[in-house]
């Protein structure tokens, strides 16, 4: 139940980072943008629990030094990756550059954040 709330916690945050980035893009209107950003959120949610844990481990030496400000930029190139394997598989999700995944990964970080404190069962236990 847990990965239900989230992912649709995720597809909040997901869709408040698309109305405030203009980089952000998510094709469809109604129903179908429901089930885009579901997805989406979905894939969000693997690709950073796959592979963010990798990549901190890897680059444990890079958080410290940086007092993990690297942490925004391996947040920013993940969110990235999410609209490219949207892309490969035919969703209408398109993020246009590095800024703008860069802001809409923080957007989507905080958003996430907010709702899971006010959620039963949407923050990290």
């Not at 481990?57 to 949207?86: E, K, M, P, Q, R």
Request: proline share 2%; charged share 10%; hydrophobic share 60%.
């Amino acid at each position: 139940m847990g990965f239900i709330i989230r992912t649709i916690v995720t597809a909040v945050a997901v869709w408040v980072a698309s109305l405030l980035v203009s980089g952000i893009q998510v094709g469809e209107t109604g129903w179908k943008k429901v089930g885009t950003l579901l997805l989406v959120a979905a894939i969000f949610g693997l690709v950073n629990a796959v592979i963010k844990p990798i990549i901190q481990t890897i680059g444990c030496a890079f958080y410290a030094l940086t007092l993990g400000l690297v942490a925004l930029v391996v947040n920013a190139l993940l969110f990235w990756l999410t609209s490219w394997i949207a892309d490969k598989i035919d969703l209408p999700f398109h993020i246009t550059g590095f800024w703008a995944a860069f802001w809409g990964g923080i957007i989507v970080a905080i958003v996430s954040w907010v709702l899971g404190l006010i959620t039963p069962g949407g923050d990290n236990d």
